[in-house]
């Protein structure tokens, strides 16, 4: 089998809690041919001198001044020489054969320029299976725009399609960047699912998305607006798509203002959410009861246990 490079970003900004863990993940894959782009964001903790315990695969760049997620891997982009591309958040980890299997199916067939996996979402109390179902493969652009559920840490991408059609993070989305990346993407190329764990994700420990909860259904409208200018004939085309994201964009508006304290708000996109789709009445109802704490607290413990 040829070995073509693989390039893995990593965006970093203090984020030496778990970085060494990270790195100590690619270092141990079983595939060898790869670099890691490094994109320190301006940190003022220990993260360079973690980075500078290894070797020269890794290739360090600090930005010229803090900026957002998004920015940060646009800033990235020249530095990207691998024939393949995948990135890894610094609180994140890959299992060791995690790069060598994608290798594989993207050398085998030509007309597959995604690959992605299970992964398992953890942190110091539980940890779970992010997919309970086969997830789906080949062109899946329809599966991805009515609800993106690729997990980014067990992605890799064939770098030729994202410069064949000038697709890549683009700096007027933040917390959806992947989201519209990877749906942007799907809509040239065939995707394969691998169904086993090939990452690990971290969650609970406040990341940007958590922080920023509102951004998602502004970035989505957003996202839309984007597609219906590129896709000939989308908002034709993708009417069913379309109104399946565009209820839940009503839901993600009601999240936001719940977590504000906005019931008032919360109900109205909730009940704007459930006329389109009924699967968010449960929702509705449940928001006369408990509090948006004990509504997030609820859907943790659902997760973990099914």
Sequence with gaps: MKKPLVSILMNCYNCQEYLEEAIKSVYLQTYTNWEIIFIDN????????????????????RTPYNMNLCNARVYAKEFIQGEYFCVLDTDDLWMPEKLEQQIKIMIDNDDIGIVYSNTICFNHENSYLAYKSLMPSGYIFKELLQGYFFS?????????????????????????????????????????????????????????????L????????????????SIDGFNFKYVNEINILKAKINNMYALCFWSKG??????????KASTMNRKYLLTFLISFFITYKTFTKLKELIKNIY
Excluded at 44 to 57: H, M
Excluded at 185 to 207: E, F, M, N, V
Excluded at 262 to 271: C, G, P, S, V
């Design 262 to 271: 906005d019931i008032q708000q919360t109900r109205e996109y909730l009940r």
């Design 214 to 229: 509102c951004s998602f259904p502004k970035e989505y409208e957003i996202m839309l607006e984007d597609l219906s200018l």
């Design 152 to 212: 980014f840490e067990t992605v890799m991408v064939r770098k030729r399609i994202m410069d064949e059609n000038h697709i890549y993070f683009d700096p007027k989305y933040n917390v959806s960047s992947d989201a519209e990346f990877f749906i942007k993407l799907a809509y040239y190329t065939k995707c394969q699912y691998i169904d086993k764990p090939l990452a690990k994700w971290r969650y609970g420990h406040g990341s940007e998305s958590d922080k920023h």
């Design 42 to 61: 301006c940190s003022t903790d220990q993260s360079k001198k973690i980075v500078e315990k290894f070797d020269s695969k890794i290739k360090y760049y």
